[in-house]
């Protein structure tokens, strides 16, 4: 995959009001996006919308120019991975089955998985630093774990996108930068594009190359951090005063709140 194109996107959940309006947008390969927007803004119908579980009302998501719409589960699936926001039961499951599941669109009905899916897999875990956990159950992992996890069965996917929920959303900031720098090595490694909602403003100003703003479901801006994060912006969108500076080390823009 060399694009991926939104073009003129509408959303609303049945007859509901429009909650992605008019969104337009492209992803090249290897690229790093950050989404961020307050809450409603429409961040994760975005995602969904990206990945083909829900369908635009109008406008079309294209990859190399082919609509998503006309795609199969399993071919889009071995094209976007999708890393969910923790509620999903996976408790039940190991790691290592958590992380074969990741090669499900390369099956067919009749074969199970093989040496191969195995090694993918594996690599995997080892990637994200959780094969000493292998064997053991979700539920004995703590949260930061447990994400790397997920991250491990996107990877097995061998996507050319990785779209990310909110990936740090219950961490403190050891995880939180621990998941932010393998999201980092992934693109910048595997050449996996990323796409990453997040709340954390400063977060994604540190790692992410672009920036995606949302309001009420249209774009607001997009572009460098330095651009889309203004003090003007941030009121406007977030409706609260802040102050943004710079890092004087790193140059990254930095949001600041005020009491
Ligand atoms: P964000 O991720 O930015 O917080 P969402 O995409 O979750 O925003 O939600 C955007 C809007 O869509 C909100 O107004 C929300 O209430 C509404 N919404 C989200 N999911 C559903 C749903 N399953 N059914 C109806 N409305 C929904």
Not at 113 to 129: F, K, L, Q, V, Y
Not at 194 to 203: I, Q, R, Y
Not at 216 to 238: F, Q
Request: hydrophobic share 40%; net charge neutral.
């Amino acid at each position: 995959m060399n694009k991926m194109s939104l073009e003129n996107i509408w959303f609303r959940y049945g007859g509901g009001p429009w909650v992605i309006r008019d969104l337009s947008w492209s992803l090249s390969a290897g690229e790093s996006w950050g989404v961020i927007g307050p809450n409603g803004s429409g961040k994760t119908t975005l995602l969904k919308v990206i990945d083909g579980i829900l369908r635009p009302g109008r406008g079309d998501v294209l990859m190399d120019g082919m609509s998503i719409g006309g795609m199969s589960r399993r071919k889009l699936a071995r094209l976007i991975a999708v890393v969910p926001q923790e509620s999903e039961p996976v408790f039940s499951f190991t790691v290592e089955e958590i992380v074969l599941m990741g090669r499900a669109p390369y099956l067919t009905m009749f074969t199970f998985e093989g040496s191969r899916d195995r090694d993918i897999a594996r690599n995997a875990m080892e990637r994200t630093g959780v094969l000493p956990f292998a064997r053991r159950s979700m539920r004995e992992l703590s949260g930061g774990e447990r994400q790397r996890v997920l991250i491990a069965r996107a990877l097995a996917q061998q996507p050319k996108v990785m779209l990310l929920d909110e990936p740090t959303a219950f961490l403190d900031i050891k995880y939180q930068k621990a998941v932010f720098d393998l999201i980092t090595d992934l693109n910048r490694e595997e050449g996996i594009a990323v796409v990453t909602v997040t709340h954390d403003l400063n977060l994604a100003a540190l790692y992410c190359e672009n920036l995606l703003l949302l309001s009420r479901g249209r774009v607001h801006s997009m572009g460098r951090p330095e651009e889309v994060i203004t003090e003007e912006r941030i009121a406007s969108v977030y409706e609260t005063e802040v102050k943004v500076d710079r890092d004087s080390e790193t140059g990254c823009p930095r949001v600041i709140l005020r009491r």
